[in-house]
């Protein structure tokens, strides 16, 4: 109870900053998007095919040999307090430990200055700029985050949705999920920026309470290597691009010194 007192009081005490935010509501009404995110099947894809549409990046796609090609003007990294000099890891067992990964993205930020960098308003004491916009756990001017939690379903939980949601906000009547491999059937494990391949998995109810009310405000296809998705709607990369989709490893997409970088987080097979 406490907590939510204290997120409520902070709500309104960041309604000046969040200006930001509420310019983008309806900015893009009934446009097309591609929303990528950082699962392995990137691997298996030349970014330049996804040029016609504006991109929506989540995670560490700017650090993609290739992101310069991308038609992108939103990166999304809401993961709380992510911009500070030390992070809490959440694999077993936790500690904190130096972030260098978000030095290395402050750089991306900096270089990109015609992109909107959306963030959590946590991080608003360490990370302010012009390209920089702070969203709460909330939307201005819209009943989208209060219908979702009506149905206990909390929108913010995890990059996808909060991802998703801003999409919404900002008017997109499609959107194409572009390395989000727990959408497939079956699904497949890792980042793009690790080794290998991946490994199969089910996953067959991943997200499905939030798509299933997503869904009534925009449309959602999945975008695969070769397979179906269980819920959303998918298209190959072939059948959406008229290329074959060709492998590449790790060290082939991002430089050694971002794979280095990423070296330091624990668990990343790189």
Not at 136 to 163: C, M, T, W
Not at 201 to 229: C, G, H, M, P
């Amino acid at each position: 109870m406490l907590i939510q007192q204290f997120k409520r009081i902070l709500y309104g005490l960041s309604f000046p900053i969040q200006k930001k935010i509420r310019k983008l509501q309806n900015k893009h009404q009934g446009e097309e998007c591609y929303l990528f995110g950082d699962g392995i099947s990137i691997k298996w894809f030349e970014l330049d095919h996804f040029k016609d549409k504006i991109s929506i990046s989540v995670g560490y796609l700017p650090f993609h040999n290739d992101f310069y090609k991308l038609n992108t003007e939103y990166c999304l990294l809401v993961e709380p307090n992510w911009f500070y000099p030390f992070v809490k890891t959440y694999i077993t067992p936790s500690t904190y430990i130096v972030n260098h990964i978000q030095s290395a993205y402050r750089k991306c930020i900096s270089k990109n200055l015609d992109k909107n960098f959306i963030v959590s308003l946590s991080n608003f004491p360490v990370l302010n700029g012009p390209n920089i916009t702070h969203l709460f756990y909330d939307l201005p001017n819209s009943d989208i985050v209060i219908y979702f939690r009506k149905h206990n379903i909390e929108p913010f939980h995890g990059s996808l949705r909060a991802s998703i949601l801003m999409a919404i906000y900002m008017g997109f009547s499609k959107v194409y999920l572009v390395g989000y491999d727990y959408t497939h059937s079956p699904s497949r494990s890792m980042h793009w920026y690790e080794k290998g391949r991946g490994l199969d998995k089910e996953i067959k109810d991943y997200n499905q309470d939030f798509f299933s009310i997503a869904l009534n405000f925009i449309e959602i296809i999945t975008v695969t290597v070769d397979k179906k998705s269980y819920k959303l709607k998918s298209v190959t990369y072939k059948e959406l691009t008229g290329e074959n989709p060709i492998y590449k490893e790790n060290h082939e997409i991002i430089s050694t010194n971002y794979l280095k970088i990423l070296s330091s987080w624990p668990n990343y097979d790189l």
